[in-house]
């Protein structure tokens, strides 16, 4: 009896305790997978970033051959609303979230057509004064270009001395765009696209003009505004992508500016990265040769405030790449439990953040 009690005893314990390592085991598993999320998430966001970096140049073909429709079907989508998934998640009457979100979409629609409108006004002003004097064209593009983000910083200040709303993601990111811009300023002015009173007198008068509408425009509805500003960000993209098509060869001839090559090569590029929301921090680090270079990074650098002029039309959707980089870096701490299988994935990010010598891909 006693043996036979011991072996039933022993059948009864011995799958229990196998279930009871393998609960462990799959606990363990699960927790090292959570202490990893964080960490994960930050890579994988990288590689879709640079996967975005290489369809945007797709779309930009698309864009000069069919600007409009491109512009206002791509630019602000039904899926990319803002109160979207608020209204899904509500317990409401789903006829009214319908035809609330109609409404959304019908007042997103007249905000583009009249920001469409506005643009192709004035790039047919720009065309006439300016068909045969390139340098002159981009120095009033440029000077119009830094505008907005002066309007929308000043509209962010007096929210915030209001105590209405605080970001400080959007004005370290709105300053790096106007520092970004204003580069491109000093490099027309030293190609001599300033040489003329007129065209100073122009480009700065509109200036003021446009200061003025885009920051009632960014009062009354900031995602009408972005959306003008990328409309700008996007003729601007065009303008240098034709240009450089047609003068590459004679531009490669030619010197580059010494402020375009302290300003790309140079040491702190801190506010470089800060404006090119959609790229993890050091992984752009242009190359500046001759004047060919210097319009290509122009031209790039409008593509990216195209990015993040996008990105803006979301209320809350912007992040400071910097931000994100940190966010990634304090979710390290979590990896303790599994470190064999995060170690690898932390090493990577450190080695992507702290690398000087990343090159582009």
Request: hydrophobic share 35%; aromatic share 12%; proline share 3%.
């Amino acid at each position: 009896m006693t043996a036979v009690a011991t072996a039933t005893l022993s059948s009864t314990v011995f799958p229990t305790t196998l279930l009871l390592s393998s609960l462990k085991a799959t606990n363990f598993k699960t927790l090292a997978s959570l202490n990893c999320r964080n960490t994960l998430r930050y890579s994988s966001l990288s590689s879709r970033r640079l996967l975005s970096r290489r369809s945007y140049r797709i779309q930009a073909t698309v864009l000069q051959e069919n600007e409009e429709e491109v512009v206002v079907e791509e630019s602000c989508p039904p899926k990319n609303f803002p109160d979207d998934e608020e209204k899904r998640g509500s317990h409401g009457n789903s006829q009214d979230i319908s035809s609330s979100s109609g409404f959304e979409r019908l007042v997103i629609k007249l905000e583009q057509s009249v920001n469409i409108l506005l643009t192709d006004s004035v790039i047919k002003i720009l065309d006439t004064l300016y068909h045969d004097r390139d340098y002159a064209r981009f120095f009033v593009l440029e000077t119009i270009a830094r505008v907005p983000y002066f309007a929308f910083m000043s509209v962010l200040h007096m929210y915030e001395s209001f105590g209405w709303w605080r970001r400080a993601d959007y004005l370290k990111v709105h300053f790096a765009e106007s520092w970004n811009e204003m580069h491109h300023l000093l490099i027309m002015e030293e190609l001599g696209g300033n040489a003329w009173w007129i065209d100073r007198f122009l480009a700065q008068h509109i200036a003021i003009f446009y200061y003025f509408m885009t920051a009632v425009m960014y009062a009354i509805s900031p995602r009408m505004a972005y959306h003008f500003s990328e409309c700008v960000e996007s003729h601007a993209f065009e303008t240098y992508d034709k240009f450089i098509k047609a003068q590459g060869d004679e531009l490669k001839k030619m010197a580059a500016p010494e402020v375009a090559v302290k300003y790309y090569t140079g040491g702190d590029l801190y506010l470089f990265d800060e404006f090119q929301t959609d790229r993890v921090p050091n992984t752009r680090r242009p190359k500046i040769e001759n004047l060919y270079d210097v319009f290509v990074n122009i031209r790039d650098d409008e593509a990216e405030h195209c990015k993040t002029m996008k990105a803006c039309q979301r209320h809350g959707n912007l992040r400071s790449p910097h931000s994100l980089l940190e966010d990634a870096i304090e979710d390290e701490s979590e990896c303790d439990v599994s470190q064999v299988n995060c170690e690898g994935i932390v090493d990577c990010i450190k080695q992507s953040v702290t690398s000087p010598s990343v090159k582009q891909n």
